[in-house]
């Protein structure tokens, strides 16, 4: 009885306590950083991971070629940079792929996910053609950028669109929605709009500048090429390797529905493995290591981060929804596969963590010794995403970006 009293007396204390917390925020000037032994109880309902949905809005016609290989390579950096923020924000990235009327197609639109996998799969599909007369489809596809796309409503997010292109928006189509129109749109939504001209066309840069000043974003001109920093390291095919091991300790859970996407998404990831450049994949290894990152790597219904966590007890899990490799074990096997699985995670996480350090020291000498980078395409990202992120709280206190 008296241990009841205790607990309730204690319960009393603690419900005071945060119903109280705005008296002691404006009494005397004292705020939750003031209150260690009470800032534990009110963090899980208060704070929140900051968040990020970033879209590029990418010009495929043929003209482009140079461009949308520099995106390939480099959207894991990009994913990176935005990573490396001091709250290690959540992360949804989309795409809008566009061309002309005519073409094989005018917009294809793939909805912010924080699986940057089946992304990048899609991004590795795409390949320039088609256009010719000059100017694009670029009003179709910001209007597809801004409402065809399913952004965070939360105000504190930080929602940014990169338009990557080389040609003006045709004006000329009467029955479709001008850029200053949707730009309006996307103002208010938050979403901050960027410009990245490739290439030097003297009709495309006063629209670029344009839709970036609309966009409440910077303007920024590259070359064809991207001017993206492209150097090979000692330790890529290292960390590429480690990381496809580490793809594979992977074991999902779930429903037929929910087995179908887990294995969409694993079919990504052996897509990029067997397809993109051993850089690329080490840039991906980066990113996946990151808080920021887990989510890519992990998706949904993984059983040895839910059974080691806590979060999921494994016999309250029906047999046919468990992999189909452990299905056939006893409880006990299935128990210690888990956790033989997240012991040897644990051992390639740690690895790849050491290499990606002596990676981006390698890195950064080599950039230093070619006389910085401040041209390239990854600085003027970062600079951009350093302002506008800032905006809504976000801080970035690294003096270069990913690469």
Known sequence: MKSRIIALALFTFTTATVALLPAYQTIGGVTPADLPDIDPVIDPVTRQRDRIDVV????????????????????????TTLASAQSAPEIRMGLVAYRDRGDAYVTRV?????????????????????????????????????????????????????????????????????????????????????????????????????????????????????????ITTPFDEKIATLSAKMD???????????????????????????????????????FNASKSGAANFLGEGELVEEVTSGRVDLSSIDRDALPASIQAMAPAEQAKVIEETAERRNELKRQITELTKERAD???????????????????????????AGRVGLTYEADAPAY
């Open 56 to 79: 590029f809005v990418l010009d495929t016609t043929g003209s482009m070629g140079g461009l949308i290989q520099a995106a390939k390579e480099k959207i894991w950096s990009i994913a």
């Open 248 to 286: 594979d300790t992977r074991l999902y859970y779930g429903s037929r529905e929910e087995k179908e996407k887990q294995r969409r998404k694993t079919e990504a990831a052996d897509k990029l493995h067997a397809a993109s450049s051993v850089e690329s994949r080490a840039r991906r290894a980066t």
């Open 362 to 388: 390698y890195l950064a000498r080599k950039v230093e010794e070619a006389g910085g980078a401040k041209d390239s395409l990854d600085d003027k990202i970062y600079r951009a995403v350093q302002e506008q």
């Open 110 to 230: 793939t909805d912010l996910s924080s699986d940057l996998d089946s992304m990048y799969a899609t991004l590795m599909d795409f390949q320039a053609d088609g256009g010719g007369d000059g100017p694009e489809s670029v009003n179709q596809a910001l209007h597809d950028a801004i409402h065809k796309v399913s952004w965070n409503q939360q105000d504190d997010t930080y929602k940014v669109v990169f338009l990557v292109g080389d040609a003006p928006p045709h004006m000329d189509y009467q029955d479709d929605v001008k850029y200053p129109v949707t730009l309006k749109a996307a103002r208010a939504k938050g979403i901050v709009v960027n410009a990245i001209q490739s290439g030097r066309m003297g009709s495309t840069t006063p629209a670029w500048q344009q839709i970036a000043r609309l966009g409440n974003g910077n303007y920024f001109q590259v070359e064809n090429s991207g001017n993206a920093v492209a």
